[in-house]
């Protein structure tokens, strides 16, 4: 008998320690470390991580830019922390919330020799586990040993790296009726990933055609926009706006997908909202945070939609990304709806930055 843990539920697992400021060990070809995120480790852990030998401060470019750290790395740089360095100093490298009161943190020194592809890993897992891009990451020599004496999960590159970049297989669990104001004629079917990640909503309204093509959405969580009605996004009224036209036409499929703050998770939204206040628009916010503009895997949507029988849409949006997802996962778009409501005095700004940087139609 073999209870033999899956590589997916391995890296569920290291999501769960690295949010719990747990360490994990990465095996590479050129070697092993421990692996913690900066954001949840505390001064007792660090103390124990430094042990083991110097840490390396791994964060993307993206963040190093905003730092003037130099990236050998290309999408990421390995920082050499100062001996003296705390987690306040660790924190502040990888938090920008204080870096126009504190802009000086440096210099800081990049490692240039040695392999990156453990630090690569670390910092897929952190964004995976919605943390902050941000990771130390401490050489070690007998991975295996140290693992089963502190009972740390352990993961091999070459083993994770096709599964961080795969989909993980996605089953309906449950549907039910739910009448809405939209629509009476609603139903939500609640779609889990074998992998314990998020799972996602789809909310068939009527019983559309599948032969042909259905009005779509993709819409992807906004906990402001959506349940608080904030103005700063447009998100809450797109959502009822694309429920109500789904209920005049009779038919239609709106997808509620959990990928908070374009994929990056609320915590670290509402860092980028602090930022926002601080005059950086939203693309400059994720970057300043070392996330991309966006961070959101659309195939999700692609294969929801065709485990409900669905193969072509109108897709009600106004991100040509979300086109051309659909039609790179082989759903065919016959035609772009258009979603332009709820515009404010507060969203303006963020929608004009949509439409100028992240190709979004007016
Ligand atoms: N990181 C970040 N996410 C934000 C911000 N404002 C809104 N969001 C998130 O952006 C996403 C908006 O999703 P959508 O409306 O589906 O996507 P879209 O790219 O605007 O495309 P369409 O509405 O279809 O045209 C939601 O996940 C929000 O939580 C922000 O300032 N920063
Ligand atoms: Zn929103």
């Keep these: 008998m073999s209870l033999h843990l899956s590589i997916a539920e391995r890296l569920t697992r290291a999501r769960g320690d690295l949010r719990m400021g747990v360490p994990v060990i990465l095996c590479g070809p050129m070697g092993a470390a ?8 505390d001064a007792g852990r660090l103390a124990d991580l430094r042990g083991f030998g110097p840490p390396v401060l791994a964060i993307t470019a993206r963040r190093a830019e905003t ?17 003296t360095a705390d987690l ?6 990888a938090d920008p919330a204080d870096d126009l009161r504190a802009p000086m943190k440096g210099p800081l020194t990049s490692a240039r020799e040695g392999a990156a592809d453990l630090h690569r890993a670390a910092l897929a897992l952190a964004k995976a586990a919605h943390l902050l891009p941000a990771a130390l990451v401490v050489p070690v020599g007998d991975a295996l040993r140290l693992a089963a004496e502190h009972g740390l999960t352990l993961l091999v590159l070459d083993e994770i790296a096709p599964a961080l970049a795969a989909l993980p297989p996605l089953d309906e669990v449950v549907s039910a009726r739910v009448p809405l104001v939209a629509s009476e004629a609603g139903r939500v079917h609640v779609f889990r990933p074998d992998d314990g990640g998020d799972e996602h909503y789809a909310i068939e309204i009527g019983r559309p055609d599948r032969s042909r093509p259905v009005l779509a959405r993709l819409h992807s969580a906004c906990f402001t926009g959506d349940v608080l009605g904030s103005l700063k996004c447009d998100c809450g009224p797109q959502l009822r706006a694309a429920l109500a036209q789904m209920g ?14 374009r994929g990056i998770g609320l915590a670290n939204k509402m860092r980028a909202y602090s930022l926002q206040d601080q005059g950086f628009d939203t693309v400059e916010a994720n970057h300043r945070l070392g996330f991309e503009d966006d961070e959101r895997d659309f195939r999700i ?15 009600l949006t106004n991100n040509p990304r979300k086109i051309a997802m659909m039609e790179a996962c082989g759903l065919h778009v016959v035609e772009r709806v258009p979603l332009k409501v709820g515009e404010t005095a507060e ?16």
């Design 34 to 41: 421990l692996v913690a995120s900066v954001e949840a480790l």
């Design 67 to 83: 730092l003037k750290a130099r990236a050998y790395d290309g999408d990421l740089a390995r920082i050499l922390p100062p001996a």
């Design 88 to 93: 306040g100093w660790l924190r502040s490298v």
């Design 248 to 261: 005049e036409e009779g038919a239609g499929v709106l997808l509620y997908l959990n990928q908070e703050g």
């Design 301 to 315: 949507g692609a294969e929801i939609l065709r485990k409900m029988g669905f193969s072509s849409v109108r897709l």
């Design 347 to 362: 969203n303006r700004a963020y929608l004009a930055t949509k439409a100028a940087k992240s190709g979004h139609l007016l």
